[in-house]
């Protein structure tokens, strides 16, 4: 299980950033879990942006629920089902260690991939069972060699499972490759690739 946290402001490039950890999981069904309050707020996915990511919308299943505590019910159930390659659950509060327990043995048993959005985050980080986490912002992005513009991801490593120290690293999204690469010429060490992200 996997946490991102958004960087006041920055909400819409931690969505991408999650999707882009959902693609590099699986090839399969992503099903993406918010509330009506934050389709409101931070408006719905959009088809042509998710393309440009390289993300077929047709993959993409959206469930849109009042309450966090529908939606986490909504995640628990989804991620119980391994015919699903990727959970998105968006909440707008932390959750606690027991939610986040129950959500990681689901995952577990189906392996299936959860990923936590937290798209208003704040100061305050709780503790829960997430293995890696990550708070994550815009940064200034140029055009590549075939002048399209690749999202570039300003990315602090808060949390991994061999305790690494917190680690912060400018990636861009190669939505041609399907995967994270550096923006600078330093080691890629906060974002896994496909192999990483599997185990």
Same mark, same amino acid.
């Given at each position: 299980?996997?946490?991102?946290?958004?960087?006041?402001?920055?909400?819409? =490039?931690?969505?991408? =950033?999650?999707?882009?950890?959902?693609?590099? +999981?699986?090839?399969?069904?992503?099903?993406?879990?918010?509330?009506?309050?934050?389709?409101?707020?931070?408006?719905?996915?959009? #088809?042509?942006?998710?393309?440009?990511?390289?993300?077929?919308? $047709?993959?993409?299943?959206?469930?849109?629920?009042?309450?966090?505590?529908?939606?986490?019910?909504?995640?628990?159930?989804?991620?119980? &089902?391994? $015919?699903?390659?990727?959970?998105?659950?968006?909440?707008?509060?932390?959750?606690?260690?027991?939610?986040? +327990?129950?959500?990681?043995?689901?995952?577990?048993?189906? #392996?299936?991939?959860?990923?936590?959005?937290?798209?208003? &985050?704040?100061?305050?980080?709780?503790?829960?069972?997430?293995?890696?986490? /990550?708070?994550?912002?815009? $940064?200034?992005?140029?055009? &590549?060699? @075939?002048?399209? /513009?690749?999202?570039? =991801?300003?990315?602090?490593?808060?949390? *991994?499972?061999?305790?690494? !120290?917190?680690?912060?690293? !400018?990636?861009? /999204? @190669? *939505?041609?490759?399907?995967? =994270?690469?550096?923006?600078?010429?330093?080691?890629?060490?906060?974002?896994?690739? #496909? +192999?990483?992200?599997?185990?």
């Amino acid at each position: 299980m996997f946490e991102v946290l958004a960087v006041p402001g920055h909400r819409s =490039f931690a969505t991408s =950033f999650a999707l882009g950890l959902a693609m590099l +999981r699986s090839q399969g069904v992503i099903i993406y879990i918010r509330s009506d309050l934050a389709a409101m707020e931070a408006g719905e996915l959009y #088809g042509s942006g998710l393309m440009r990511l390289g993300l077929d919308p $047709a993959r993409l299943i959206i469930a849109r629920l009042r309450t966090q505590l529908d939606i986490l019910r909504a995640g628990h159930e989804a991620t119980r &089902c391994s $015919a699903v390659g990727v959970v998105i659950i968006e909440i707008e509060t932390p959750i606690d260690l027991t939610a986040s +327990r129950r959500l990681k043995l689901a995952a577990e048993a189906s #392996g299936v991939a959860v990923i936590l959005l937290r798209a208003t &985050c704040g100061s305050v980080v709780l503790p829960n069972a997430a293995q890696m986490r /990550w708070r994550v912002g815009a $940064a200034s992005s140029y055009p &590549c060699l @075939d002048h399209r /513009w690749q999202p570039t =991801f300003d990315v602090t490593l808060l949390k *991994h499972p061999d305790g690494l !120290l917190e680690r912060r690293q !400018l990636i861009e /999204w @190669d *939505h041609e490759r399907l995967q =994270f690469i550096t923006a600078v010429s330093q080691p890629l060490a906060a974002v896994p690739d #496909g +192999r990483s992200m599997a185990a």
